[in-house]
T-cell receptor
Framework: NAGVTQTPKFQVLKTGQSMTLQCAQD?????MYWYRQDPGMGLRLIYY???????DKGEVPNGYNVSRLNKREFSLRLESAAPSQTSVYFC??????????FGPGTRLTVL | QKEVEQNSGPLSVPEGAIASLNCTYS??????FFWYRQYSGKSPELIMF????GDKEDGRFTAQLNKASQYVSLLIRDSQPSDSATYLC??????????????FGKGTHLIIQP
């Protein structure tokens, strides 16, 4: 059981470039989440997917898009990266007791 | 707007003492409460959860919940240097509800002094 996996672990982009962060879970969970974590700001929800085929905006969705490819996979796309999107990105999935399990994170730097 | 308040610290505690971490929350509809530990450069790790008023003990950890006061705390007994980390409080909806997820506090940075 790998739990929640994320790729890549690190990424450096130039302003205006695009990229997709990948996330997968093997716990058969319905709900999945994307957060960003910045110093002094805590974890902020970008987008979530309550079930396969549905996605909803969280607190800070601007500049991002998501795709719930199937029950296992939930990807986050930056279409035109900006320095303000420099952050650590975490994917999570939700268990039956409402607890969330996090992936190892992606450290993204936008120059 | 759901708010979760934690003292950012750092909270410095001598090794072997009890560390007490506190959290208040604004959403009276919260039914589930989680404590996560996050080491520097790592992802949050679930260490405790509590659903009912009162105390819940798990090894050296005790979670305390008072819904009337909208207050949840985490006690760590016999603190060890390996407990040094940031602790995140996260209230959420009841089981099966609240697909929009948990609301996380900004965390308390705990330092255990050898």
């Amino acid at each position: 059981n790998a739990g929640v996996t994320q790729t890549p672990k690190f990424q450096v982009l130039k302003t205006g470039q695009s990229m997709t962060l990948q996330c997968a879970q093997d716990m058969n969970h319905n709900s999945m989440y994307w957060y960003r974590q910045d110093p002094g700001m805590g974890l902020r929800l970008i987008y979530y997917s309550a079930s396969e085929g549905t996605t909803d905006k969280g607190e800070v969705p601007n500049g991002y898009n998501v795709s719930r490819l199937n029950k296992r996979e939930f990807s986050l796309r930056l279409e035109s990266a900006a320095p303000s999107q420099t952050s650590v990105y975490f994917c999570a999935s939700r268990g039956a007791g409402n607890e969330q399990f996090f992936g190892p994170g992606t450290r993204l730097t936008v120059l | 707007q759901k708010e979760v308040e934690q003292n950012s610290g750092p909270l410095s505690v001598p090794e072997g003492a009890i560390a007490s971490l506190n959290c208040t929350y604004s959403d009276r509809g919260s039914q589930s409460f989680f404590w996560y530990r996050q080491y520097s450069g790592k992802s949050p790790e679930l260490i405790m959860f509590i659903y009912s008023n009162g105390d819940k003990e798990d090894g050296r950890f005790t979670a305390q919940l008072n819904k009337a006061s909208q207050y949840v705390s985490l006690l760590i007994r016999d603190s060890q240097p390996s407990d040094s980390a940031t602790y995140l409080c996260a209230p959420g909806a009841g089981r099966g509800g609240g697909a929009d997820g948990l609301t996380f506090g900004k965390g308390t940075h705990l330092i255990i002094q050898p």
